[in-house]
């Protein structure tokens, strides 16, 4: 006779959490971990560049090797993110002596603890277990979440900071009619190529950093996928509430650092949908703001897969809006520009007219630029910008761990240097920044 689980909600805050393994499983589990403010060990000989961006940044502890049975002192719980059922045996042979709970992601009925099916609405969380069947806990987690969004929707309608998404109706779930003509068209129907069942690709953006800030149609169209290919700046806890079934490909970019090319992500869009799967490409953002969007729908279009594009809350606008700073306002500016400061202006590539840009009145927001800051600024001040113009920075906007500094265009550069400001981070340019003060 098998006995019903106990249903428990854990406080990590501040205590230790050991995650055994690197790779797909370990991505989609430890943002959650993180969320709780679990102290995470993260113990596997390599990472994928999502969780090396994370151990980078300090928001985790990763020891590059194999597990041994003294990385579980002081832990309270243990992950075992590995799929060779021989080494997570006995990371949990270890753990029942120790009488710490141990997840199991190869084998549920080894495991002393289960992950749920989890859905958030700020801060009422719902975690389902379907008693062992995660294709049920996650049909009831979805009918939970789509009660949720019409029983809270006006508590939701006006969140602080005026951030968040319009939710739509539950009865809209169903696939939007496609619109007409062009290639960027959503298409949201498998189609056939050459006597063969197509797939089709959605490039959904996952918006700023909230992961309440994603879109209804991106949220529905991410339960529904096959494969997602995600990118670093992806909300993490969107990849919690994953089917467990589905394949995940971190196709994370991270700055100057391990990266995928852009042909290959465009093939796997294509291989998988070709194969029948119905493919998500999650982006951070929006999928035209400097995310290659378009290189990804034509690479598509030459193959014949159908593409849904889904668009997405930009940082551009929504990092200065989480830190007090509307881009534009009645009588201080009119207009406001995006730019890319990923090359440096002096660099032969860019294609940026920062002579023209120091002229403009209006705000300047610059995504990409914390490295070229310095020159960025010099450059902008030679060209006639007052040196005293507000500037901010706004670092990992509309996260926990959201950080704002505010300075003028000649010193901004060395006070991002100073207080150890790091990616993601938007820069922004203009007398709006002061314009909320006080």
Not at 90 to 107: G, P, Q, T
Not at 155 to 160: E, F, L, R
Not at 189 to 213: C, F, I, K, N, T
Not at 342 to 347: I, M, Q, R, Y
Request: hydrophobic content about 50%.
């Amino acid at each position: 006779m098998t006995s019903n689980p106990y249903p428990l909600g854990l406080r990590l805050h501040g205590r230790r959490v050991v995650v055994v393994g690197g790779g797909a499983v370990a991505t989609r589990r430890v943002p959650a971990l993180l969320d709780a403010g679990a102290d995470v060990l993260l113990v596997a000989p390599e990472l994928t560049p999502a969780l090396r961006a994370r151990a980078d940044a300090g928001r985790l502890h990763w020891v590059p090797r194999r597990f041994v049975p003294e990385d579980l002192d002081g832990a309270w719980l243990v992950q075992v993110a590995v799929d060779d059922p021989m080494a997570a045996a006995s990371v949990s042979a270890v753990a029942a002596e120790r009488r710490i709970f141990c997840v199991r992601a190869d084998d549920r009925t080894a495991a002393t603890a289960w992950t749920p099916a989890v859905t958030r609405h700020g801060p009422v969380t719902v975690a389902v277990l379907g008693g062992g069947d995660p294709h049920r806990a996650m049909t009831v987690r979805d009918a939970v979440r789509d009660l949720l969004a019409v029983r809270l929707a006006p508590a939701a309608a006006a969140p602080s900071g005026g951030l968040g998404a319009a939710a739509a109706p539950p009865g809209q779930a169903g696939a939007a009619a496609a619109p007409p003509g062009g290639l960027g068209a959503g298409v949201t129907e498998a189609g056939v190529s050459g006597g063969r069942q197509v797939g089709r690709v959605a490039l959904v953006g996952a918006g700023p950093g909230d992961p309440e800030l994603i879109t209804v149609k991106g949220w529905r169209l991410l339960t529904e996928a096959d494969v997602v290919v995600a990118d670093r700046l992806v909300p993490g806890l969107l990849l919690d509430e994953l089917r467990p079934d589905v394949e995940l490909v971190d196709a994370s970019k991270i700055p100057y650092g391990p990266s995928r090319a852009q042909e290959e992500i465009n093939q796997i869009l294509v291989d998988r949908a070709l194969a029948g799967a119905f493919v998500v490409r999650l982006k951070g953002g929006d999928p035209y703001v400097f995310g290659r969007g378009g290189e990804e729908l034509l690479a598509c279009a030459a193959a014949g897969v159908p593409v849904t594009v889904v668009p997405g809350v930009t940082s551009s606008i929504a990092a200065p809006a989480a830190a007090g700073i509307p881009v534009t306002h009645r009588g201080v500016a009119h207009e406001f520009t995006v730019v890319s400061g990923h090359l440096a202006p002096d660099a032969p590539a860019s294609l940026v007219r920062w002579d023209a840009l120091a002229g403009l009145h209006g705000t300047l927001v610059i995504l990409m630029g914390l490295k070229n800051l310095a020159a960025i600024t010099a450059t902008l001040i030679a060209h006639g910008r007052s040196p005293q113009t507000p500037a901010a920075v706004v670092q990992e906007a509309t996260t926990g761990t959201q950080r704002v500094l505010r300075s003028t265009l000649d010193a901004v550069a060395a006070d991002a240097l100073t207080a150890e400001v790091r990616p993601p981070a938007v820069v922004v340019v203009g007398d709006v920044v002061n314009t909320l003060d006080g």
